[in-house]
């Protein structure tokens, strides 16, 4: 009981020191966010940063909620869900030195699926744009399918290895989980020094470090100056 009472001391003044009141929740969630291919496994622990607890437990939507004493592991085997949501609390003893005795902190899931398919048209020619006309204005086509989070991908246009367009934002699926489909178009004005090379489109997910970077690259159409201008 001592010795105890010595710990309940220490961890009060160590909280006024640090300045850790009502407004910290004194949990430790490793890794802090989750990021993890539908079909994948992951891992959280949730640990208390004080000893003055009295539980601390991982509450989600579906599953069992698991308990422990300083920390609780947070696992799943098998990804079957697009919207997880899980939250990490803390149920502190009253000698703790903060206000409530209850708090929580959300374990951020992201779940992704690389696209299923990523196709490039001409909105004119379909997959061969034919002879391009310099200074008359064409419109390309890129069709990404099945593919989630839509609002964390981008498009990128590229001539040759030369990049023209870089499309991050989709409207309408800001808040979307579950795999979209997505259009990305591009208004092209042909130039001679075109001619030759080829126009394609590249899916990449702005999803951080943990996800590796394996670009979804359309198939490339390839780029014809006609013979109107070629004398001139």
């Not at 498009?155 to 808040?175: A, E, M, P, Y």
Request: net charge negative.
């Amino acid at each position: 009981m001592r010795v105890w009472g010595r710990v309940a001391i220490l961890a009060a003044v160590l909280l006024n020191l640090t300045g850790l009141h009502a407004s910290s929740c004194p949990l430790e969630i490793d890794p802090p966010r989750v990021v993890v291919p539908y079909g994948g496994s992951f891992s959280v622990l949730c640990r208390a940063l004080t000893p003055m607890v009295e539980f601390i437990a991982v509450e989600f939507v579906y599953g069992v909620n698991l308990y422990g004493t300083q920390n609780s592991t947070w696992s799943l085997k098998q990804v079957d869900a697009w919207d997880i949501i899980a939250n990490c609390y803390v149920n502190l003893l009253p000698s703790s030195n903060y206000t409530d005795e209850q708090c929580s902190e959300v374990i951020p899931v992201t779940v992704y699926k690389y696209p299923q398919n990523v196709t490039i048209t001409d909105t004119e020619g379909g997959t061969d744009a034919g002879d391009l006309d310099e200074g008359i204005l064409r419109v390309f086509r890129c069709d990404v399918t099945d593919v989630a989070p839509v609002q964390d991908i981008s498009v990128t246009w590229l001539i040759g290895n030369r990049t023209v367009l870089s499309h991050h934002h989709f409207n309408g699926w800001k808040d979307s989980k579950e795999p979209r489909d997505v259009t990305s178009l591009f208004s092209y004005e042909p130039r001679r020094e075109d001619d030759g090379l080829h126009i394609r489109c590249q899916v990449n997910f702005n999803l951080g470090p943990s996800v590796p970077q394996i670009p979804q690259t359309s198939q490339r159409l390839p780029l014809r100056m006609g013979d109107y201008h070629a004398d001139a």
